[in-house]
């Protein structure tokens, strides 16, 4: 198991930079995680944030596209708007979340 | 009188039927089916209809026939399950109380949630082979095939029966090389996935057949339109894809008439308990096949396994005594790799495919993900298998529906601890 030195704090990552203990996250360390991956996080960035973690509690796993439009009302093209590229994927990783699973 | 009803009579509709009905005495329990179609399709042969291989009449077969003496057929669409009253209505207004109400409603492809998908390239240069008429169409499309650039592509998953796209490249590979095409024909792999498949053992092995197959991957692809216009899959993330034939995986989303009885998730799968297979927060509802959120694939494999463990916790529940009986995750999925050669996966909740020999250990004859002649003879024995041994609710001899871990090799790590709920 990985560790990496961010925003002051140690924190356990696995291979691809994702927190494996949730607990260890905090705002500070989002922030750092999202400017390594060139992103300022605004308001709408943090409602995705809030939302895939809540979510997460509720559930054990981080939500896919159509809960994010569905149940979190957050449309995909926004989603990519905010996080480009794989906006679930650095949502997940700057929320502390594991990389999202994509199933069976 | 007591009501047991099931709702969709496809293959694990059907298996349900035709299992309880040997179980529950005739004169205490009615048990009715409910389906809008008078047919039943042999899914898996729509994989080969494109190229072929198989003529209508190998796979299509009226739905009554299969459904055993005392049981009754509904042919009818139904308009929503109102679990308060325990009832279910139907599109005519007719309503039809339960006891017990089992889902075996499945789940299908939707075209519609792809901006562009069904606009004027939709079954002529833009097609799909998980219904009868797509494959029937696809058929036609293929038999003009000229070459040119043909692309096959999965829009999101899940999806029912996940490797079937990979096998759809696979013969499309050999087919075209039988018809001298080969050459003149660019084959491109699409998917919203990060590899070639969902487990990563798995992935390697399909991937470096793909590569050798020089069928072209792109991955991480999420589809946001079809143009018609420029013939290409966008991405939202501004990546073009441009196609001469497009043989797409549309989403696949459960029933409709689950969305409307409030009972489904936000792709109208029915929250289920993995190994009890009840509906969650609802005593008499069961769930079974790919209408249930359980996390394994939606596939033929899975609703026949999943039937062994459903009549006995239906019939522990009609005793009033616990669920014991516990589902596994189990499938088991034939992959056609073309040129009369296939692989075969064997997994669960807790271990994904690896290699191994099936279903003895040493002996097999099956092998576990390793290309085989006679994987691909298994492929064509299921049929027979399908119609006359599956349907009816029977066992297959040496295949338990809790999966062997003998004849598995399994890396360090791959099995994973066995999950709540």
């Known amino acids: ?104 | 009188m007591k009501e047991l009803l099931i709702l969709g009579a496809g293959t694990a509709g059907t298996i349900m039927a035709n299992k309880l009905r040997g179980c529950l005495p005739a004169a205490e329990w009615r048990i009715r089916v409910v389906d809008e179609a008078a047919d039943h399709f042999y899914q898996p042969g729509f994989l080969f209809l494109p190229f072929g291989l198989y003529t209508d009449r190998d796979v299509v077969r009226p739905r009554s026939r299969f459904l055993p003496r005392g049981v009754e057929f509904v042919q009818a669409a139904v308009d929503r399950i109102e679990p308060d009253r325990r009832r279910v209505r139907l599109a005519d207004g007719l309503e039809l109380p339960y006891d017990v109400l089992l889902i075996a409603t499945g789940t299908r492809p939707v075209p519609g949630q792809v901006e562009g998908m069904t606009n004027g390239d939709w079954r002529r240069r833009v097609h799909e082979f998980y219904t009868f008429e797509g494959a029937r169409a696809l058929q036609a499309s293929l038999r003009d095939w000229r070459g040119g650039r043909l692309v096959v592509h999965v829009s999101e998953m899940p999806i029912k029966c996940p490797v079937a796209p990979l096998e759809f490249a696979f013969l499309a590979d050999w087919w075209l090389t039988t018809q001298g095409l080969r050459d003149k024909t660019e084959l491109v792999y699409v998917t919203p996935l990060s590899g070639a498949f969902t487990k990563p053992i798995a992935s390697q092995v399909l991937s470096g057949l793909l590569d050798r197959k020089r069928i072209r991957v792109v991955t991480d692809f999420a589809v946001a339109r079809v143009d018609n216009e420029r013939h290409a899959l966008v991405s939202w993330d501004e990546r073009d894809v441009p196609y001469d034939l497009l043989v797409t995986v549309p989403p696949n989303l459960g029933a409709d008439m689950i969305e409307r009885s409030g009972l489904g998730d936000e792709m109208n799968y029915v929250p289920t308990e993995r190994h009890t297979l009840r509906a969650r927060g609802h005593e008499n509802i069961f769930v079974i096949g790919d209408a249930a959120d359980v996390p394994t694939s939606k596939a033929g494999s899975v609703a026949h396994f999943e039937a062994e463990v459903l009549t006995e916790n239906v019939l522990a529940h009609i005793c009033g005594e616990p669920l014991s009986e516990r589902f596994d995750g189990h499938a088991n999925c034939f992959i056609e790799s073309g040129f009369g050669k296939g692989f075969l996966l064997d997994f669960n909740y807790q271990l994904e495919p690896v290699p191994g020999r099936f279903p003895f250990p040493r002996l097999g004859p099956l092998a576990l993900l390793g290309e085989s002649r006679l994987n691909h003879w298994g492929k064509l024995a299921f049929k027979w298998i399908y119609w006359h041994v599956l349907l009816r609710g029977w066992p297959i001899p040496f295949v338990d529906h809790r999966m062997s871990l003998a004849g598995k090799q399994i890396p360090a790590g791959a099995l994973k601890a066995e999950m709540a709920g």
């Open chain 1, 1 to 104: 198991m990985a560790q990496k030195n961010i925003a002051g704090h140690t924190v356990d990552v696995d291979a691809e930079g994702y927190l494996t203990r949730p607990e260890q996250w905090n705002r500070a360390i989002a922030e750092a995680l999202a400017q390594e991956l060139n992103l300022q996080l605004t308001d709408a960035h943090w409602k995705v944030i809030e939302f895939l973690q809540s979510d997460y509690r509720e559930r054990g796993t981080v939500p896919g596209m159509r809960r994010l439009n569905k149940v979190g009302g957050f449309a995909t093209k926004d989603l990519y708007a905010l996080f480009p590229d794989g906006p679930i994927k650095k949502a997940a990783l700057i929320a502390g979340l594991p990389k999202p699973a994509s199933c069976v």
